[in-house]
């Protein structure tokens, strides 16, 4: 008789990713798929043994999921993993290879994702000869970061079986970091960060801006709230765009002489946008989508951490851009020690304070900001590439990441095709792209002048 597991409470990013699977259209919502390619040779065996144990021992990918009284739990399963699929497409085409991606990206895990492994992982030799590993997780076992962590320690491994080395131990579990987020609820704290978020950052209504502008799709009337998600309307695209390097670079020195970090250009950039296609407006929320991964520990944990805070940047648009990031910085360092309140807490209070009903909020696009890159050396230089869901319920979501070392970073927009203009991401992108060039030029411009840009 096989021994019952012990049955653990879902965390709040697990809660979001579970509610937002259960009730939306397309189950394949929440994966995430990726692509890791090795730009030189390897030694297939020693390869898939990397893949091996580094799946086997990586304790998120061990999570399951359990209904039982009506309740959704995860547990960690003592199965061995499914062995990882070799697929040979050496004799075909990328296009035929794409086509295969997207299908296996949208497609969603059996069972409603009950007492089944929650990633596939496919070793593919590809259309020019050299290989890559596809996953496709499900977010309720990995976000990006630990995805991208667990990716470096194959490639870690690998390395060590080539050369003959010991493998070190993995560090990777994420029930330690999961408890205490299970503790949290039961501090002074939790209550603390609800009345933060209730007293000082909505003390006043927010104002919804709205990616396709408000000439296109203006607040509820006589609201200012406005629709944040749709559940039935899902069916997604995205866009890639790449910052070069140069830029970027522009963006980490100035961050620098500031003393602030490089995602407050971002969010800055992102606000102007938003703030010019909205008569612009001085009160701008955008939702900042972060790892939570501040200590070591954490960032070893694995399992999903990734939260939303929204990020409120309501002050003036004659502000210079220099005073603009120093209040975004500011603000960031408030907003993210109260990062851990759960969203559905924040979506309380808003119909608590503003009868706001399910779905409408004050927040159309979603940033994240992940610089890292998975770890490669001379011997197996790397890239990524990131594959859609085909699916989104959010006007518009922006992962800026970089994909290999070039130092260049990868803008990738996804939105929801009947909801959003296919024109807006690269309209964001550009703008973007010329507020950094503006502000390299001048950091005292004010922020009126880069929403005419």
């Known amino acids: 008789m096989s021994k019952q ?30 692509m890791v390619h090795f730009d030189a040779e390897i030694d297939l065996n020693l390869m898939l043994q990397a893949i091996s144990l580094g799946l086997h021992r990586n304790r998120s990918a061990s999570i399951r999921m359990r209904k039982e009284d009506k309740t959704i739990k995860q547990y960690f399963s003592d199965q061995p993993p499914e062995a990882v699929i070799v697929m040979d497409y050496s004799d075909s085409t990328q296009e035929a290879l794409d086509a295969d991606i997207a299908k296996w990206s949208s497609a969603e895990f059996p069972n409603n994702s009950l007492d089944v492994q929650l990633y596939k992982c496919r070793l593919i030799k590809k259309p020019n000869g050299f290989y890559a590993v596809y996953f496709c997780v499900s977010h309720l ?25 010991p493998i070190p131990l993995s560090k990777s579990d994420p029930l330690p970091s999961y408890k205490t987020e299970w503790e949290y609820f039961k501090s002074p704290v939790y209550q603390a960060d609800k009345d933060f978020w209730r007293n000082e950052i909505f003390a006043t209504e927010p ?11 203006p607040p509820v009337k006589g609201k200012r709230y406005g629709k944040t998600a749709d559940i039935l309307r899902i069916a997604g695209n995205h866009q890639n765009y790449t910052l070069k390097a140069e830029i970027v670079n522009k963006v980490n020195d100035m961050a620098k002489s500031l003393r602030i970090s490089p995602q407050c250009f971002y969010l800055l950039a992102a606000r102007s946008y938003l703030s010019k296609v909205n008569s612009n407006a001085d009160d701008v929320t955008i939702s900042n989508t972060i790892a939570r991964r501040a200590t070591l520990a954490e960032k070893n944990a694995g399992g999903t951490r990734v939260q939303s ?44 304070k503003f009868s706001s009903p399910a779905g409408f909020g004050y927040n159309s696009m979603y940033l994240t900001y992940q610089p890292y890159f998975v770890a490669s050396n001379q011997t197996l230089p790397v890239h990524l590439t990131t594959h859609s869901n085909g699916s989104s319920n959010m006007p518009l979501y922006l992962t800026v990441m970089a994909l290999d070392d070039s130092g260049d970073l990868n803008f990738n ?31 005292n411009i004010p922020i009126s002048e880069l929403n005419q840009l």
């Not at 049955?7 to 994966?31: D, H, R």
Request: with cysteine; glycine share 2%; proline share 4%.
């Open 413 to 443: 927009f996804d939105y929801p095709v009947k909801v959003t203009r296919p024109e807006v991401p690269k309209a964001v992108f550009d703008h973007m792209v010329k507020v950094f060039n503006a502000i390299a030029e001048n950091i």
């Open 309 to 352: 805070v929204l990020f409120r940047m309501n002050f003036s648009n004659s502000l210079t851009a220099q005073d603009a990031l120093l209040e975004i910085n500011a603000l960031q360092k408030k907003y993210y020690s109260h990062a851990n309140l759960p969203t559905f807490d924040i979506s309380a209070i808003f119909r608590e």
């Open 141 to 165: 076992a990995f976000d990006a970061y630990s995805l991208m962590m667990n990716a470096t320690e194959i490639l870690h491994i690998y390395e060590k079986l080539l050369l003959g080395h």
């Open 207 to 217: 104002l919804f801006t709205s990616v396709n502008g408000d000439a296109v799709t």
């Open 5 to 34: 597991p012990t049955l653990y409470p879902l965390t709040s990013s697990q809660n979001l990713m579970y509610y937002s699977q259960k009730f939306s259209t397309k189950k394949s919502i929440t994966n995430i798929c990726a």
